[in-house]
């Protein structure tokens, strides 16, 4: 006797319409979002991805990479126990074998692992081995310093256009798997920045992280505009 008082279906295409007018409006709101945060993230990291030392620097570490890569199987897999912990502890493992000689000892750890990824070398071929990497390392460290280095000169920049990062992230805290969760970035940065004009490591990492955020930035700038487009065709 109730059936009278139960409401009548919406029509399809009522709802697709709601539904398509409620995500179309989302994507729009986190494109938004989005392209805001990127025009603070992108010039932070072009200021050292577009300065020509880290940029020759760069280019000398991706082709000493990228020659061994050619020359080893999986160097890759190789370079990941190399600079780990279960590396170190092989080497140490070494030395009262090489009689103390933490060369000979990283050397032979160098020749366990590479043939561990797959790789046949001899002794010879483990002494040259170990002379590249040390080069790469070399190579690591000096892109390493440039960077620290441009990030000094330019930290008045980046520590307000970090500040303005955590303004949007602390905004809009539904967004954040898009633009980052907000930290307070003075934690990291000092008070004006003044971590960073001293190259503190922990400023430094906070920094470059942005590199990762913008490839996450861009990701979802990607998304939103193929569902926009999807929508409004």
């Not at 280019?59 to 170190?88: A, D, M």
Request: charged share 30%.
């Amino acid at each position: 006797m109730f059936d009278m008082y139960k409401p009548k279906p919406r029509p399809i295409k009522e709802v697709i319409y709601d539904w398509a007018h409620g995500t179309l409006y989302q994507n729009k709101m986190a494109l938004e979002i989005v392209d805001k945060v990127l025009d603070l993230v992108v010039p932070v990291n072009d200021i050292w991805t577009e300065d020509k030392a880290y940029v020759d620097i760069n280019y000398k570490v991706g082709y000493k990479r990228s020659s061994l890569s050619i020359k080893y199987n999986n160097f890759s897999q190789f370079l990941n126990y190399y600079y780990s912990e279960e590396f170190k502890a092989k080497a140490k493992s070494y030395i009262d074998r090489y009689k103390g000689s933490l060369i000979k000892a990283k050397i032979g750890a160098i020749s366990y692992f590479i043939q561990l990824v797959g790789n046949k070398i001899d002794a010879k071929g483990a002494v040259d081995l170990y002379k590249n990497l040390e080069e790469l390392d070399e190579l690591m460290a000096i892109r390493q310093i440039t960077k620290v280095e441009i990030i000094k000169e330019n930290a008045d920049f980046i520590f307000g256009n970090s500040r303005m990062i955590d303004l949007y992230q602390m905004k809009y805290p539904l967004y954040k798997s898009l633009i980052g969760q907000y930290d307070d970035c003075i934690k990291y940065l000092g008070e004006n920045g003044i971590n960073l004009r001293n190259g503190i490591k922990e400023a430094i990492d906070y920094v470059t992280s942005y590199e990762d955020l913008e490839n996450r930035l861009l990701s979802a700038k990607a998304k939103a505009e193929f569902q926009i487009n999807r929508i409004e065709r």
